[in-house]
């Protein structure tokens, strides 16, 4: 499995921007898809996840009503649209994969088992 972010970059308080990320995966097989943040200094923190089978989603809530996650089966690829960005949203944002038929409420941020290269978004005050 391959995941591959793209979207990335540097906004404003306010902005709005979107995440993608590819992803190379086994057919038949089902994932918990999900994104991170990481500030530097700081343990990586789940924002938002999707299930490739079940289609249940979960935020942080920090990003509660500004994020949302989506998954388009056609294209293998997962987004993370962020509207309404803070300048406390900065920081690397990683695409994960966790083998599962769906995600689920108390463990959706654990137990990754792919990761992506990462993608920085800066926002500016």
């Known amino acids: 499995v391959q995941l591959a972010e793209s979207g990335g970059g540097s906004v404003q308080a306010g902005g709005s921007l979107r995440l993608s990320c590819e992803v190379s995966?086994?057919?038949?097989?089902?994932?918990?898809m999900s994104w991170f943040l990481q500030e530097t200094g700081k343990k990586r923190e789940g924002v938002a996840a999707i299930g490739t089978g079940g289609g249940s989603t979960f935020y942080a809530d920090s990003v509660k009503g500004r994020f949302t996650i989506s998954y388009d089966n056609a294209k293998n690829s997962v987004y993370l649209q962020m509207d309404t960005l803070k300048p406390e949203d900065t920081a690397m944002y990683y695409c994960?994969?966790?083998?599962?038929?769906?995600?689920?409420?108390?463990?959706?941020?654990?137990?990754?088992?792919?990761w992506g290269q990462g993608t920085q978004v800066t926002v500016s005050s």
């Open positions: 994960a994969a966790k083998v599962a038929h769906d995600c689920w409420p108390t463990s959706w941020s654990l137990g990754v088992n792919y």
């Open positions: 995966i086994s057919v038949n097989i089902n994932y918990c």
